[in-house]
């Protein structure tokens, strides 16, 4: 061998290790990130924040486990609530049974007790094996679902930025906090990633098999959260980007259509038979109706305006919509009831279309506010070697990173090429979806990945532009 060939094997296996170490440094990167973040969360912090939702879901959970009952009374063997109480979609209340039953295998599994959790700090106050399982479930489908993303960014030849997006989303503490929520959001953030991700692969391959799992995911979504009915007009708008005729395109529709109509049709046939009038579709099934949701857009304009209190709210909705049956709730909103109040309300305050409309542009204000600014860093502010007395700096950094990201985001949405923008419409719509109907921060979560991807895409962009 002369020293030309000697060289050229020299610089291939050179080659050959470098490749061998970027193949492998990032995926050694990502699990220790998540492995600290695990420890962060779990073992430094040992987290009891839970939400009054949670309390709610955590009884549904239990009731469905241990008595076969779809309430979330606090119910014992002597006293059984039979009657069901559809105010919550059955997907996310049958996770938190099937993780209990796992549970129930190695231990009791029981309501939470009156001294067992503190209303107004949020607390749970006694350790329940169940919840933290659900927990570390939750913080495993967070990881996956930026793993999802990730994929969706390899899937559309996005190389530059997409090992930064995802080390960047798992370090983004207000995303990966999430998990330890007993709420939805963890859930529907796993869904969406995966449903993404499948979108992404049909509109690169064209088969339809990716189709039939992503409207699989809709349903199992659409199930644990009723507005996510409408990412199923995606599946059609696919197919026509994907240049499949008009025809063809509706026939698949239909088949996709009675796929996703089987997944819900239990729970449908289940309240059906409860409640049986047709109206019930508008709302999936659930009590939370349009109704009940116009009555309290009504009620928080009367409070923007001055006119009722944030007690007068709680008074309300503790009077007139938590404590009645389902079939109460349907009643109401099916005769008039609920818009009769809305309206009454509404003409109290003296409301004309001028004022209805600045107080849904100050709604809207404050929803965008919840979508680009997210300030739930407190694993990170609640670290033992901090002084909580002395944060002030830490903080003003933390929102600074968040108050960052609020402003290159929308900046980087406009520079996102068309086929990005074709590839992202589920994280898209749903940014836009929750723009008219979300409220807390946490309701975003799910497209904070997408939101890092934007930012980051626009620096990279700059930077080369530079």
Not at 237 to 250: C, G, P, Q, S, V
Not at 362 to 390: C, E, I, Q
Request: net charge positive.
């Amino acid at each position: 061998m002369n020293k030309n060939d000697q060289n050229i094997t020299r610089m291939e296996s050179i080659h050959e290790r470098s490749h061998l170490k970027n193949k492998f440094l990032f995926p050694i990167i990502f699990v220790l990130i998540s492995i600290l973040q695990f420890y962060g969360l779990f073992i430094f912090n040992k987290p009891d924040h839970f939400a009054p939702d949670s309390t709610g879901y955590h009884a549904l959970a239990v009731n469905i486990l241990k008595y076969g009952v779809y309430n979330s009374s606090i119910n014992t063997k002597d006293n059984i609530d039979y009657e069901p109480h559809f105010i919550r979609e059955p997907g996310y209340p049958l996770f938190l049974a099937g993780v209990y039953g796992v549970c129930s295998m190695v231990g009791d599994v029981s309501h939470i007790s009156s001294d067992g959790y503190d209303l107004n700090a949020k607390k749970l106050l006694d350790e329940k094996r169940e919840v933290r399982a659900v927990q570390y479930i939750q913080f495993f489908l967070m990881v996956m679902s930026v793993l999802f993303f990730y994929q969706t960014l390899q899937a559309i030849h996005i190389s530059a930025v997409n090992k930064i997006v995802s080390v960047a989303s798992l370090l983004f503490v207000p995303f990966i906090q999430m998990s330890i929520n007993i709420l939805r959001e963890p859930l529907i953030t796993f869904l969406l990633a995966l449903f993404a991700y499948l979108l992404a692969l049909y509109l690169k391959k064209g088969d339809h098999l990716y189709l039939w799992c992503a409207v699989l995911l809709i349903a199992l979504a659409s199930l644990t959260w009723q507005v996510m009915i409408v990412f199923t007009i995606l599946v059609f708008i696919a197919m026509l980007l994907r240049k499949e005729t008009f025809l063809k395109a509706i026939v698949c529709s239909v088949f996709y259509g009675v796929l996703f109509i089987a997944i819900m049709m239990p729970w449908l046939l289940k309240v059906y038979a409860y409640y049986p009038d047709i109206r019930i579709l508008k709302s999936g099934g659930t009590s939370l109706t349009h109704e009940v949701m116009t009555t309290n857009s009504a009620i928080y304009e009367a409070k923007y305006y001055g006119r009722m209190s944030s007690e007068d709210i709680s008074n309300f909705e503790h009077t007139e919509y938590y404590p009645l049956s389902s079939r109460e709730v349907f009643d109401r909103s099916f005769n008039g009831w609920y818009n009769n109040i809305a309206d009454s309300i509404r003409a109290e305050i003296g409301s004309t279309n001028l004022m209805h409309y600045k107080f849904v542009a100050y709604r809207m204000t404050t929803r965008l506010k919840n979508l680009l600014f997210h300030k739930n860093w407190w694993p990170v502010l609640k670290y033992k070697f901090w002084d909580p007395r002395n944060n002030t700096l830490l903080k003003f950094i933390l929102y600074g990173i968040s108050a960052l990201l609020a402003i290159l985001f929308p900046l980087g949405i406009i520079k996102l090429s068309k086929q990005q923008i074709v590839f992202f419409m589920p994280y898209i719509l749903y940014g836009a979806l929750f723009m008219i109907i979300g409220s807390e921060s946490r309701r975003f979560v799910p497209i904070i990945p997408f939101m890092l991807f934007c930012s980051v895409n626009l620096i990279r962009k700059y930077k080369n532009n530079g």
